[in-house]
């Protein structure tokens, strides 16, 4: 018989994984990523074993009987405090899909802290609340990921292609739902992580789409959607570096900021299965939001 602890505890933290610490390692099966163990017989114990991340954490028999211990903010903490997670994450994901070129600087952050600095200056970007601006910009990002796998089906009967496929939400956990209306399932994630310039929302939601569809393998299926797709386009530092560049722009009384190639779309035809396809033009989609 399996130890209850073990199976518990496993359990919480592989049913985690996708809404606060989705594989770093594209190759990496889910199902696998987390193991746990009574570290000797006799022992109080438990050794918990991240294949993804490739840790091994002890943690005391103690806690994990404790009905007010929390689990999954005590393994985040872990986890993020030193920096672990969101340095190999950008190293297997960022820097594996999109490489910098040997000589080259990655300017992601000098357009992050613009972007921040143009928000905390000026009133009419913050006048739908710094919340509302955020999930505005996360439903931008998943529109322009489209189409995602299994999008060939339209379940929900009340989507209408000239409305947006998605309904984004933070509860009172700190975490963002994602309705899709065109697959009929909601999912959620860290409202932090979902907030993090650098996390890849069109991929997390390519294997969340995967996964309601029943694929067998969702995190190889979400690696060749990625391998098609322009990583920046499915960040919000896409959105946040576009905002900040078209909005000093408009500070500038430069009107030349209908920009292409900071925008990240692929604008090729493609196939978008039962969704509409959103192509509107980049400043505007932007300041209409303030």
Known sequence: MENPLVVVTTYLLRSGVHTHFPNVNPDTETDDHFFVYLKDWGSSTYIIVDEDLDLRLEIDQSLLEDPKFDLISWYLRYVTSDGNFHKEYMLQ??????????????????????????????????????????????????????????????????????????????????????????????????????????????????????????????????????????????TLATRQCYMSRCLTCVLLNDHDYDDDSVDGRDDSDNDSGGRSDRKNDGVMVLLKHY
């Open 93 to 234: 994901h960022k820097y594996c899909y999109n490489p910098i070129p040997v000589g080259e600087e990655d300017l992601c952050f000098k357009w992050l802290r613009l972007a921040n600095f143009i928000e905390g200056e000026k009133d009419l970007v913050l006048s739908k609340g710094k919340n509302q601006l955020v999930i505005g910009h996360m439903s931008e990002v998943l529109e322009w990921c489209q189409p995602y796998p299994g999008d060939s089906v339209l379940v929900d009967p009340s989507y209408t292609s000239d409305q947006s496929c998605f309904v984004l939400e933070k509860d009172n956990q700190n975490l963002v739902c994602v309705y899709d209306r065109v697959q009929g399932f909601e999912t959620y994630l860290s409202w932090k992580l979902a907030t993090w310039p650098e996390f890849s929302l069109g991929k997390w939601f390519a294997e969340r789409c995967a996964v309601s569809q029943g694929m067998d393998t969702p995190w190889e299926v979400s690696n060749k959607w990625m391998q098609t797709k322009d990583w920046w386009a499915t």
